[in-house]
């Protein structure tokens, strides 16, 4: 069954705005990918995963293949960087390896977790 693609929207909209709101807040204290490329990485990745993490909370059934499809929701939507010139096309071929490790991680997290609906069984 596929997931609502409205759902998948929503939640690949989530991780975009928390790696948009990290960005924002590490280019604030100065950590760019010039100044400090490992510490602005992590922070991306970091911020990824809790979205992910987020985002599979929220999923009630199919949560992997839910993941996916916002996984590949937000890689495609990050063709708007290239688009702008803000991203090369090599470098937005190869952030499909980061969007892959971000869903993995929150992916993972959110499966230690019970899902959202089973919160509301338990009140």
Do not use: K
């Amino acid at each position: 069954m596929t997931p609502r693609p409205w759902a998948v929207l929503r939640d690949a909209g989530i991780v975009y705005g928390l790696t948009f709101a990290a960005g924002i807040g590490m280019a604030s204290i100065g950590v760019t990918l010039q100044s400090n490329p490992s510490s602005a990485y992590v922070a991306n990745l970091l911020s990824g995963a809790l979205g992910f993490l987020v985002s599979g909370l929220r999923a009630t059934s199919e949560r992997v293949e839910h993941l996916a499809w916002v996984a590949a929701t937000l890689w495609t939507c990050n063709l708007l960087n290239v688009a702008l010139h803000l991203q090369s096309a090599a470098s937005w071929i190869h952030s499909g390896l980061t969007v892959i490790f971000m869903a993995a991680l929150g992916g993972t997290l959110s499966m230690i977790l019970p899902p959202r609906a089973s919160f509301h069984r338990q009140r």
